[in-house]
């Protein structure tokens, strides 16, 4: 029997609590292989982002693992980061936490960069997975427009197609962040998959699961139960229920196995001109704006299963 390798993949990320989740389901997963990890803004700040990214390497014993930082502020000079990441994910990103201090410094070499380089040397060879705002990923293709077609596959956590935002009524906080960037790459004709609110609202995780985590998951289980504390509280005062999304985590299910999604094929745009929808992803379902479909849509989740191969995957030793 042949066995598939691991895919390559680049994960573009600000972690952020979900973003921690998310970088530790993906190492644990055999398809996938980490070419990089790229920070940005986003959660909170792009060097607490960078910071966050190296402790998270150090505790699941990856220092081997490249980390470059990308992009502290949004496209346009007229838009500002959000800072409601803080009060989801803690002043720190991590649930307000203390942190270790991290093993190394970051390299020298910035995200946009790393991306284009290693995107251009291995064509068709390295998905890429963004679970922040989109600013590195529309640099990088500003800066080298031919990864477009080097890429794999971009798989996206931003965006709400077909239901509210939260961070406005119409928009999600990746996309409202830097609703430019989002744009750009949405418009610039990568082999897209958006696996946004519309299904990362139904990917829970129960606090009967956290804590199961935290009793057989080693420490990178120890950790991530203690930095949902503060994010679970919030998702259960913003919702009246325990648990809470795991909406990065259900980028890497992507790459992972499609298979768990259910998904459609829409053209997607970004608003970029209204003050009050900044951020909204416009969605064609019917083909009336007589463009190609742009992006695969996940809509629905098999949740359990998802659940269940999460928690095989961080409590097997």
Known sequence: MIQTPPRRV?????????????????????????????????????????????????IAGRTDIVVAPGADRPLMPHRRRQIGGAVVHGDNGL????????????GQQRAAELIVERVMASPGQITLIAVGPLTNIAL????????????????????????????????????????????????????????????????????????LLRRDGGAVGAFTHAISNHYGAHYAQRTGRPGFPMHDSAAVMYAVDRGYFTTEHWYLEVET?????????????????????????????????????????????
């Open 10 to 58: 680049i994960f573009d990320t600000d972690p952020g609590v979900d973003d921690a989740m998310a970088l530790f389901f993906l190492l644990q997963s055999p398809e996938l292989t980490i070419d990089a990890v790229t920070t940005v803004f986003g959660n909170v700040d792009v060097e607490q982002t960078t910071r966050n990214a190296i402790i998270l390497l150090d």
């Open 95 to 106: 649930g307000g936490v203390a942190l270790p201090e991290p093993s190394r410094s970051a």
């Open 140 to 211: 990088a293709t500003c800066l080298e427009p031919r990864i477009v077609e080097y890429v794999h596959e971009l798989i996206v956590m931003g965006g709400a197609a077909t239901v509210p935002g939260n961070a406005s009524p119409l928009a999600e906080a990746n996309f409202h962040n830097d609703p430019e960037a989002a744009s750009i790459v949405l418009a610039a004709g990568y082999t897209l998959a958006l696996v946004g609110l519309d299904v990362t609202l139904q990917a829970l995780i129960s606090l009967e699961a956290v804590e």
């Open 273 to 317: 001109t209204s003050p009050r929808a900044s951020g909204m992803v416009m969605t064609d379902t019917r083909g009336r704006w007589q463009h190609a479909p742009n992006a695969n849509v996940c809509v629905g989740i098999d949740n359990d299963r998802f659940l269940r191969l999460y928690l095989d995957r961080l409590t097997t030793p």
